[in-house]
């Protein structure tokens, strides 16, 4: 009742009032300066790239966080602990930041002389580092809880490792590593604060949605970046309900008759 | 699994640890103190930099108890009470973590500036702190939801029904029986939304307008300070704010719900 | 003889499971191993199974040495407590796994399987899903799937421990039944005496990671190698120093040499069965046991003066 009330009028507040404003100057201009905004080819360019990278990303999360949870529940070794805790550094460490430290290392200062500043690459690399922690957060439990028995009894009927990891544990970790998935592409595809300095956000070449509509916005046109943004927040969507749906399917087994 | 294969595992998880998280930071933390602790020092203490750690400081103050509040009146709200658009409640929670922070500055630059529906509001909103700080809001609300919600579902109504069996009253249920059930989500909540609040950049970018010794946060400094070429001063905010996030992470690490944890 | 363990000793850490352990079950024999919590009879069909690796000792099925080898390889089945199902799969699948992983041709495959699930009586279930099912089919659908690679011998590790007690005495005369029926070697380890005792050829009770006694069932009950074996098989009265069998206790209305007098202080009636709590001359108790007519002849009631002897 209280509490109801309550919790609906701050979300209303904070959160839908100004995404119904944003939708509505999207619309405002009507339906040609919409289109235009959104076809502009530099757009067109940043959402591709922004598309492009995040599924890139997310595929690379899928391997890598499994691997990295792999070895923090199934493997035992010195440091593990710090380890563990030190996923979590993209969680904690503001994107401006984590962009600079990529640029220390990988950039034109670097130490070791590896330079891929103002690259593709570089974009890859900044969206690796702050979608890290998420498929091996959401497969670490998963793995935890694991029942062991399984992989006895598949052993027992003659199932070798690789046997019993393909068949045994690979599906029942399936759908723990597609919510991360589902959750490092959201958070790939909005990124802005580690790229802003390592990809230098060279339009056609580095620069992504996000920062491109940053520029319109310091371009004195947020219409158009209220445009994009619009495109933007639909595209999320409607990945995460395709993954959703891919989760609900894989997971069916899970249903009591 | 054989030893080889243990051993290959181990080298490439944890060198894809090292090159994307361990070996950067560490960098930073050297490149930071190269000129020596003085040097870095004076960097982090000038007014700009000061201010800029107070702007952050406001924000977080602000942010954080109004998320946690809502956040355990959220929580109670959806797990138990029916009402009709809880599922749309619990969709809309989860925006802010869908989200471009861009967006979202973008979303109250025009909610709250020259031609948006609340632009005529007695005091400054966008531009000035308070649309840092509802943008802060923003972005760090769902934590302590998400962390409350399943451990209230775990604990069940029972305790609380035998509370109000035993004549304890709404407020002295939560204060004696739901709270202390729900203390540690609560606590982890709060980590991760300070570690947000503090960290947050993209949307403040866009709602302050940047303004040095005025709207500049900490986070918005370390960019200004790399884009004047002022390294080490960009180092030595980064250095401080890295120092937060380690201080984040051993929170974590202590009230990680214990699901995660070996 | 299917399985011998020869001096098998498993340790964890400092607490040592198995301590040298040797048993043998002949070939086509339904064997139970027995015993309380902590006795090591799980470990030790571990270690059979190879599933655990003992610290000494060998283990050798139909002849050949088998200590070094990983269960892949020693053509055992083995069923689970908590049925290990592979919940990510239908019961069908569940079943083929074995013979998929052997790369047996479909055909193959899809008979052996139908052949199986109506050995188990859960034909029309092969699309379900393990959590679909109820306790006792998944169980049913776990020895099939053990079945399924024709294992030299078949280990079940208390099979019917997570099902209710009605459920579980089904099973366990089906286990019986189906026993007869297949013939395979099986080993099974249950903490219930009275399952033990009703459907194995053979039981090697354990205690403490050691083997008390090895025997039928009505060895173990008329003639228990120690106190342990005689108090776990069956039921026990403390007649004096000794530990008597309640039925074995003589109640007589008149005295009869050198019985000692007793005064009835209860009675209990259970159906076909009586206990009494008595009460010797000294103070001490003892508690007997008798048939109902048995009872009635004595008219066995509260506060009666009787005469007990060991019979």
């Not at chain 1, 690259?119 to 091996?136: D, H, Q």
């Not at chain 1, 003659?158 to 998935?181: D, E, H, M, T, Y």
Request: glycine share 8%.
């Amino acid at each position: 009742m209280l509490a109801q009330g309550l919790a609906t009028a701050y979300l209303s507040l904070i959160v839908l009032l100004p995404l119904a404003a944003l939708v509505w100057h999207a619309a405002g201009g009507g339906v040609d300066d919409f289109r235009a905004a959104v076809t502009d080819p530099q757009a067109v360019s940043a959402l591709r790239l922004t598309l492009v990278a995040s599924v890139a990303v997310a595929l690379i999360n899928a391997v890598m966080g499994t691997i990295v949870a792999w070895i923090l529940v199934r493997d035992r070794f010195p440091g593990q602990s710090i380890v563990n805790a030190l996923v979590d550094l993209p969680f904690a460490l503001p994107t401006i930041v984590a962009g600079l430290t990529l640029l220390t290392l990988y950039g034109p200062t670097s130490p070791v002389n590896v330079d891929v500043a103002f690259s593709r690459t570089a974009v890859l690399l900044a969206l690796l580092f702050v979608t890290l922690p998420f498929v091996i957060r959401t497969v670490q439990p998963v793995l935890l809880e694991l029942d062991r028995e399984m992989e006895e009894a598949a052993a027992s009927l003659g199932a070798g490792s690789f046997q019993i990891f393909r068949r045994i544990i690979l599906p029942n970790l399936f759908p723990a590593i597609l919510s991360g998935v589902a959750l490092a592409f959201a958070r790939a595809i909005g990124e802005f604060g580690a790229l802003v300095l390592i990809t230098g956000n060279l339009p056609f070449e580095t620069e992504v949605a996000s920062v491109y509509i940053f520029g319109r916005i310091e371009s004195g046109d947020p219409r158009s970046a209220a445009a994009v943004s619009v495109v933007l927040l639909l595209i999320t969507f409607l990945a995460l309900l395709l993954i959703g749906a891919l989760r609900r399917r894989v997971t069916r087994h899970d249903a009591v008759a | 699994m054989t030893r080889l294969r243990r051993y290959a595992l181990r080298f490439i998880g944890l060198g894809y640890l090292g090159v994307l998280l361990a070996a950067p930071v560490g960098l930073v933390f050297q490149r930071a103190f190269q000129d020596g602790f003085g040097a870095a020092w004076d960097a982090v203490t000038t007014p700009a930099a000061k201010h800029a750690l107070v702007v952050t400081l406001i924000i977080a103050a602000i942010a954080v108890p109004a998320n946690t509040i809502f956040g355990i009146v959220c929580a109670i709200a959806i797990v138990r009470h029916r009402f009709p658009g809880k599922n749309v409640v619990n969709v809309i929670v989860d925006l802010p973590l869908a989200l471009s922070p861009i967006v979202v500055g973008l979303a109250f630059l025009l909610l709250f500036g020259t031609e948006g529906w609340l632009a005529d509001l007695p005091f400054d909103v966008v531009f000035a702190l308070p649309g840092m700080v509802l943008a802060t809001i923003f972005v760090s609300l769902p934590f302590v939801v998400r962390e409350v919600v399943p451990v209230l579902r775990e604990i069940g109504t029972e305790q609380e029904q035998a509370a109000a069996t035993l004549g304890a009253g709404g407020w002295q249920i939560f204060r004696r029986v739901t709270f202390p059930a729900i203390r540690w989500a609560v606590a982890y909540g709060v980590v991760l939304t300070t570690a947000r609040a503090l960290g947050e950049f993209g949307a403040i970018s866009v709602v302050s307008g940047r303004l040095i010794g005025k709207t500049e946060s900490l986070t918005l400094h370390v960019e200004e300070r790399y884009q004047s070429f002022d390294y080490v001063g960009a180092y030595a905010a980064s250095v401080l704010l890295a120092m937060l996030a380690i201080a984040t992470l051993v929170a974590m690490t202590v009230f990680r719900p214990k699901e995660e944890t070996r | 003889m299917a399985i011998e363990a020869h001096s098998v000793t498993k340790r964890f850490g400092e607490f040592v499971a198995v301590d040298d352990v040797s048993i043998s079950v002949p070939t086509g024999s339904l064997t139970a191993l027995l015993g309380p919590s902590g006795s090591g009879k799980s470990t030790l069909l571990r270690v059979v199974s190879g599933l655990e690796q003992p610290d000494a000792g060998r283990v050798v099925i139909e002849g050949s040495d088998v200590t070094g080898l990983p269960p892949q390889r020693r053509g055992i089945g083995f069923v689970f407590q908590h049925y290990a199902a592979f919940k990510h799969m239908t019961v069908r699948k569940n079943v083929a796994f074995g013979l998929e992983i052997r790369r047996r041709p479909r055909a193959e495959i899809k008979t052996r399987v139908d052949e199986l699930l109506e050995l188990v009586q859960l034909t029309g279930l092969a699309k379900r899903y393990p959590a679909q099912l109820s306790g006792g089919q998944r169980q049913r659908m776990a020895l099939a799937r053990a079945l399924a690679v024709e294992p030299t011998v078949l280990l079940l590790d208390e099979p019917f421990g997570a099902l209710d007690a009605r459920v579980r005495k089904e099973l366990r005369a089906w286990l019986r039944r189906l026993h007869e029926e297949v013939h395979v070697t099986t080993i099974f380890v249950t903490h219930d005496q009275e399952e033990a005792m009703e459907i194995a050829d053979q039981i090697v009770l354990m205690n403490q990671g050691r083997v008390e006694q090895v025997g039928g069932a009505r060895d173990l009950y008329e003639q228990p190698a120690n106190e342990f074996v005689m108090s776990f098989i069956g039921p026990v009265s403390h007649f004096g120093e000794e530990l008597v069998r309640p039925h074995d206790i003589d109640v007589r209305r008149e005295p009869n040499g050198s019985a000692e007098r007793a005064t009835v202080e209860r009675v209990v009636h259970l159906g076909f069965e009586v206990r009494a709590d008595l009460a010797l001359e000294d103070g001490r108790e003892v508690w007997v046991q008798m048939t109902r007519d048995e009872a009635k002849a004595l008219d066995l009631r509260q506060g009666a003066q009787v005469f007990v002897a060991k019979s």
